[in-house]
């Protein structure tokens, strides 16, 4: 039986424009519109068999691609890491001393920074931690 990786879903995120359109379109219906093989074929106008085929090269080129270039385990690692930060700085008890709560609020900061960059799509922008 032909499974669905869902981590391929991720992957096209991030290396779908690399693709040939008729690859990129063919897993964008497969793992974004959720069609069935025939469904695909028929819409595509080829076998069945032809789209299962595409769409398992589609996914080795993606998982190549992620391989060789680690961005969407990156971006998850970056993701949790200021998850994280912003964790430990909710932990760190209301303090008098200014020092602290200077710290606690510029550990806030940069994982609000981080979180809302990875939410974001690409700006090209790269912000600030002063």
């Known amino acids: ?4 990786d869902m981590t391929v879903g991720l992957l096209l995120d991030f290396y779908g424009d690399v693709l040939s359109e008729h690859t990129r379109s063919l897993l964008y219906m497969y793992y ?3 069609l069935s093989l025939s469904e695909i074929a028929e819409s595509a106008g080829i076998s069945r068999q032809g789209v299962r085929h595409a769409i398992k090269k589609g996914e080795e080129e993606l998982r190549f691609l992620e391989k060789q ?5 990156q971006f998850d690692a970056l993701k949790d890491t200021a998850g994280k930060l912003r964790a430990l700085a909710a932990c760190i008890k209301e303090s008098g001393d200014p020092a602290v ?6 550990a806030l900061r940069c994982a609000d920074i981080i979180l809302s960059e990875t939410e974001e799509e690409d700006t090209g922008i ?4 002063n």
């Open 69 to 73: 270039l680690g961005l969407a385990a």
């Open 101 to 106: 709560r200077a710290l606690q609020e510029e």
């Open 32 to 34: 974004g519109e959720d």
């Open 1 to 4: 039986m032909f499974e669905k």
């Open 126 to 129: 790269v912000p600030e931690f």
